[in-house]
């Protein structure tokens, strides 16, 4: 996409802006090859979710577990950071007085972007944790060690991807800090996310109570299409580095 142009009262919330939230989903990362989890080409088409991203799951199976995430660990690992997550990233000095990722993706790829102020709401892939004992390691070692099964702890227990299965409570800390910013911002980027998985989902309506100017970016509609100050029905890789363009211009119109 060659330019954007931003209409007069969104443009003036961006110019004014003191508080942003970039909140993203698995789209995000569709155009660095991953896949995402609803819709067409889905992860979850061809499998069922309670099979795998549950703790019931991995205590039924957890072979079956461990290797589905070792696939999309090396999957995160080999991909590259894509337009998007760069564009997400120059937000940050666009809006220098207060401007945060809250993402649900777990592949580390907007830190690899250089996006510094970021809030992992579902954990992370790179990492894994001992289910027992909390003892935390490399992901990528521990598959190296073990590519088959979970690896055993010391102390007997097992390792598991430090990712928050449907059933398992958000990080404290994280989740506050993302509902305080989504309740306290005047601008909230929704990006290539369903916005159907809560609580996260639940940040976009705390945004709309706030006031905030509410964009979203998805080639589909979200169940809270209707809200949107703003809706950019385009891939993120295409029209991300034309809305941070048309913000920067925005907040100094003489560029
Ligand atoms: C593009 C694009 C391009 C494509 N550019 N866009 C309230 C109501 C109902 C249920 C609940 C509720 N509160 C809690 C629940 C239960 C449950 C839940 O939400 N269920 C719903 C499915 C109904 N939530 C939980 O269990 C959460 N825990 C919790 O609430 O604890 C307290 C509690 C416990 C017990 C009972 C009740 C409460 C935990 C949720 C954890 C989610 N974990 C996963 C897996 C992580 C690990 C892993 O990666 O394997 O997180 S599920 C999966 O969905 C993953 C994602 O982060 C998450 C969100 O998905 P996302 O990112 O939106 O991706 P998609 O695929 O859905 O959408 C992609 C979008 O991109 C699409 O719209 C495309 O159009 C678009 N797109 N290409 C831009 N190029
Ligand atoms: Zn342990």
């Known amino acids: ?25 698995a789209g995000v990362s569709r155009e660095s090859g991953l896949d995402t989890f609803r819709g067409a080409g ?23 577990v461990w290797r589905w995430y070792a696939w999309r660990w090396r999957q995160a690992s080999e991909a590259l950071p894509n337009p998007a997550h760069h564009a997400v990233a120059r937000l940050e000095t666009v809006f220098p007085s207060y401007m945060v990722v809250v993402t649900q993706n777990v592949d580390g790829l907007h830190q690899r972007a250089g996006s510094r102020h970021l ?42 991807p430090a ?3 449907f059933g398992e409570s958000l990080p404290e800390d994280t989740l506050a800090e993302a509902c305080e910013a989504a309740s306290s911002c005047d601008l909230f980027l929704s990006v290539g996310t369903s916005s159907t998985v809560y609580p996260a989902a639940g940040l976009i309506e705390l945004a709309h109570r706030a006031g905030a100017c509410l964009i979203e970016v998805n080639p589909e509609p979200t169940p809270f299409s209707g809200l949107m100050d703003l809706r950019l029905a ?22």
């Open 1 to 25: 996409m060659d330019s954007l142009e931003l209409s007069g009262p969104v443009r003036e919330r961006v110019r004014s802006a003191r508080r942003v939230v970039v909140f993203s989903g």
């Open 42 to 64: 889905g992860l979850w088409e061809r499998m069922r979710p309670e099979e795998l991203a549950t703790p019931e799951a991995f205590r039924a199976d957890p072979a079956k």
């Open 119 to 160: 809030l992992e709401l579902h954990g992370t892939i790179l990492r894994a944790f001992c289910n027992r004992c909390g003892r935390t390691q490399d992901m990528g070692e521990a598959i190296a060690g073990s590519p088959e099964e979970p690896p055993v702890c010391s102390c007997g227990g097992r390792f598991r």
């Open 163 to 165: 990712v928050v299965w």
């Open 234 to 255: 385009a891939p993120a890789g295409e029209v991300l580095p034309a809305l941070a363009d048309a913000m920067e211009r925005s907040r100094c119109p003489s560029t």
